[in-house]
């Protein structure tokens, strides 16, 4: 019996570890060290770096809570988001996306999208079906319309649409009854 508690000391255990910070780094790629916590992790700040592309790995990371992107130079984020489904919070603003892939609708956890000054031009359907959604920033992003279910989101806190081109807002957003702050200024409303 000895011998079989023993041997424990001769495998290795695999770290716990839940929070990686590669703010601030100058990293062109998301790194390899990363995914080598794919069941741990559940934090992970890339923001302020040089990266354009989320390798197909990342989206392995299953618990992911937090996703901190922002301040790169991303084009374009994977369909592959929606396994991500335990994502609370997603930040991509200050890149250079276009679009939110429509699988973001898996991500039903999801809380806090800040997507600000990205040149989307449109909100994303998908978007639209989050239901968990309290804060959603979306600052200069070229917007020129809110679709019309967009009061589906009826758990929004705070919404964030300033600098854009809006110039009006769908019977919908009556029902987003628990907005306690809303920013719509510097668009084109009459």
Same mark, same amino acid.
């Given at each position: @019996?000895?011998?079989?508690? &023993?041997? /424990? &000391? ?14 601030? &780094? !100058?990293? *062109?790629? #998301?790194? %390899? *060290? ?8 559940? #934090?992970?700040?890339?923001? !302020? ?22 301040? +790169? ?9 929606? !396994?991500?489904?335990?994502? #609370? ?5 200050? +890149? ?10 898996? &991500? ?9 000054? +990205? ?29 019309? %279910? ?13 600098? %854009?081109?809006? +110039?009006?807002?769908?019977?919908? @957003?009556?029902? $987003? ?6 920013? $719509?200024?510097?668009?084109?409303? /009459?």
């Amino acid at each position: @019996m000895a011998f079989i508690s &023993c041997l /424990s &000391c001769f495998t290795k255990q695999e770290e716990e570890v839940t929070e990686l910070d590669y703010r601030h &780094c !100058s990293l *062109d790629d #998301v790194p %390899n *060290d990363v995914f080598a916590y794919e069941r741990t992790l559940e #934090v992970l700040h890339l923001d !302020s770096n040089n990266i354009r592309d989320l390798p197909r790995p990342l989206f392995h990371c299953h618990g992911l809570r937090h996703l901190g992107l922002a301040d +790169n130079e991303l084009g374009t984020i994977p369909q592959a988001l929606s !396994s991500l489904s335990q994502l #609370v919070t997603l930040d991509v603003a200050k +890149n250079v996306l276009t679009d939110i892939p429509e699988t973001i609708k898996q &991500c039903k956890q999801l809380a806090v999208i800040e997507a600000s000054v +990205n040149p989307l031009q449109k909100i994303p359907e998908g978007c639209t079906q989050l239901v968990s959604l309290t804060e959603l920033y979306l600052n200069d992003c070229f917007l020129e319309y809110i679709p019309a %279910n967009f009061g589906r989101l009826a758990k929004l806190k705070i919404l964030e649409l300033r600098e %854009n081109s809006l +110039n009006s807002l769908p019977k919908s @957003m009556d029902r $987003l009854v628990n907005l306690t702050r809303i920013d $719509l200024s510097q668009n084109q409303f /009459s």
